[in-house]
C-alpha cells in the first residue's frame, strides 16, 4: 500500500505494522479482500464454498477482526 493523499493518516502505519506483523500470505489475502472492499463501493462479495471447513477457512477470525479495523480507519460506516 502506498501514501496517498486521501488515506487517512492512521491507516498507512497500521497498514503497514500488519505487513511486519502478518505472515506474507495472510497479508496480501487481507490486503485483496479490503482493496475489493475500497473499490466495490463498501460491499464485498466473495463467493463461500459450500464444503469449507471452518478450520479450512483462509480468512481466519484475525484477519477478519483486521479488516474490520481497516474499515474502521477509512472512516467509512
Known sequence: ???DATDPPQLV???EAL?????ADQ???L??????WLTGGGRLAVP???DERPEDEP???E???????????????
Open 31 to 36: 490486503m485483496r479482500a479490503f482493496n475489493a
Open 63 to 77: 484477519l477478519q477482526n483486521e479488516m474490520l479495523t481497516l474499515m474502521r480507519l477509512t472512516g467509512t460506516p
Open 48 to 50: 463461500m464454498g459450500q
Open 13 to 15: 502505519p497500521y497498514v
Open 1 to 3: 500500500m502506498t501514501e
Open 19 to 23: 505487513r511486519a506483523r502478518l505472515p
Open 27 to 29: 497479508f496480501i489475502l
Open 59 to 61: 480468512f481466519t477470525a
